[in-house]
């Protein structure tokens, strides 16, 4: 009998410590709307090379789409060019007017970008 738990036991246990998921998903699910340290979009254009890169957060609008991953924003007083990654999903659609919030990756150089992993909508 003693044999029959342990087997079952060696079998089951990778079985219920994959069952736990993937709590890393879950704590990326976490929709913070307090203030944040936002980056000035001017600033980072004006000293931008090509060798720039910088984690930054920002916010404005999408106002202008240039194809089904890459967007002009705008913070009202300056623009970039942003690429959305793949795996950004939203619950509503988004307009010239909508305020987001981008979190994301400034690179600098000919044609500055942003490279965005995540949008919140304000």
Do not use: C, W
Not at 31 to 47: H, K, R
Not at 76 to 103: M, N, P, Y
């Amino acid at each position: 009998m003693k044999k029959i738990i342990a087997t079952a036991v060696l079998i089951l246990a990778p079985t219920i410590a994959l069952a736990g998921g993937d709590n890393h998903h879950k704590q990326n699910a976490v929709q913070y709307t307090g203030p944040v340290e936002l980056a000035n979009l001017t600033n980072l254009l004006a000293d931008s090379s090509m060798f720039t890169e910088q984690k930054v957060v920002l916010e404005g609008k999408l106002i202008r789409q240039i194809n089904h991953e890459k967007f002009i924003f705008s913070d009202g007083k300056a623009e970039v060019q942003v690429e959305l990654d793949d795996d950004i999903v939203l619950k509503q659609s988004l307009d010239a007017s909508t305020q987001v919030r981008l979190f994301g990756e400034f690179e600098g150089g000919n044609t500055p970008e942003i490279e965005v992993d995540r949008i919140q909508v304000l």
